[in-house]
């Protein structure tokens, strides 16, 4: 009987990290999941994973915050022993013109979409590769690929997470561990909720496929690249309807 393998899903609390977990869970993994702020959330995702019959380490924390980070490898290392798939999911978005936006609010999106995808994989690289194994799935937009009005520093800190994919896979190939992006286009998730009817409904028409997409074909396609598939890497996978 193969080993029990281990996911960390960062931002797990709801949305697209939420149905990565719960995918992952019942797959038979032993699941970690992180958010920021909504300890309560994040319990009641714990407890979904939970009746799956599968160990579920949830942990508060800023994983654009180094110490933070490495407390959370630390109780992985102690718990699990090694990690096999990371899941980079943890965003933040920010809507308005860059002229208005302070410095502290581009800090802030900075450290939470960017940062936190650099933390989490410089801690998870080296047990990966004692083990001669790993995927690094990294939660991007199509923003990232063809940028947004009014969404310039979230557009960045996508664009970034595109070009660290691509570079870490080459980096990682030579030790069997492989590097890969979902740019997704609108699911419907809470982040997606600040539309108004008439928005929603100008967006969907944009869409060749008349629909948002759904957090569970996210983490469908984040299964699959968790799963399979030792030669892909270094791509920029889009999930968007056509839309882009």
């Known amino acids: 009987m193969m080993a029990q393998k281990t996911v960390l899903i960062t931002g797990a609390s709801r949305g ?21 702020q909504n300890e309560e959330r994040l319990l009641q995702t714990k407890r979904e ?13 800023d994983m654009g915050n180094m110490e933070q980070c ?40 900075i450290r939470t979409n960017l940062t936190s995808v650099f933390n989490c994989s410089k801690l998870a690289i080296p047990g990966m590769v004692a083990q001669k194994y790993g995927k690094i799935i990294n939660i991007s937009s199509v923003w990232g690929v063809v940028g947004a009005s009014c969404e310039v520093a979230y557009s960045a800190t996508k664009g970034g997470i595109n ?19 979902v740019a997704c286009g609108a699911i419907d998730t809470e982040m997606n909720q600040f539309l108004e009817e008439d928005e929603l409904i100008a967006l969907v028409d944009e869409i060749p ?26 791509q ?9």
């Not at 697209?16 to 920021?36: E, L, M, Q, R, S």
């Not at 994973?49 to 924390?61: H, P």
């Not at 920029?236 to 882009?244: F, K, P, V």
Request: hydrophobic letters at 45%; aromatic letters at 10%.
């Open 236 to 244: 920029i996978i889009g999930l968007d309807g056509g839309w882009i």
């Open 70 to 109: 490495q407390l959370l490898f630390d109780k992985i290392r102690k718990q699990f022993g090694t990690l096999d798939v990371l899941v980079n999911n943890a965003g933040i978005s920010y809507i308005g013109q860059l002229q208005d936006m302070t410095s502290s609010d581009w800090d802030r999106i």
């Open 163 to 181: 070009a660290f994919t691509k570079a870490l896979a080459k980096e990682l190939a030579p030790s069997n561990i492989q590097v890969n992006a």
């Open 209 to 234: 496929a008349g629909r948002l997409g759904s957090a569970e074909e996210v983490a469908d396609l984040v299964y699959h690249l968790g799963y399979k598939n030792s030669y892909l890497t270094g």
């Open 49 to 61: 994973i939970e009746s799956y019959q599968v160990s579920c380490l949830a942990q508060m924390g």
């Open 16 to 36: 697209i990290g939420k149905a990565i977990a719960v995918k992952f869970a019942k797959k038979n993994y032993n699941v970690v999941i992180n958010c920021i």
